[in-house]
């Protein structure tokens, strides 16, 4: 896995949507929630569905397409056993970008 700095966007929020962002060609969801700071593919595994489009409530983000919901800490589908959404990790750097971690 490599890391890949990113600026944190202006327009994320804790508790608030997501944020469709490109890390090296690929599309991911960034959301905050209780202070850190989570990404997942922004093409949901159903359909590919923007989930940063989708409503969040808590950890759990919704498709904006056919609804199935997700664990933005986990992946874990909610209410579908072996249903997950790809998720990648984040840490904050010291240079105070933002560090999202994809093979
Ligand atoms: S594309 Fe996301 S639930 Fe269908």
Known sequence: MAKHL????????????GVPVSVEGRQIALYEFEGSIYAVDNRCPHRGGPMADGPVS??????????????????????????????FAVSKDPSGKIAVEIA
């Open 6 to 17: 990113i600026d944190k966007p202006d327009n994320l929020e804790d508790g608030g949507p």
């Open 58 to 87: 808590g950890p759990t983000i919704t498709c904006p397409l056919h609804s199935w919901s997700f664990d933005m800490r986990s992946g874990e589908a909610v209410g579908r056993p072996g249903a997950t959404i790809a998720c």
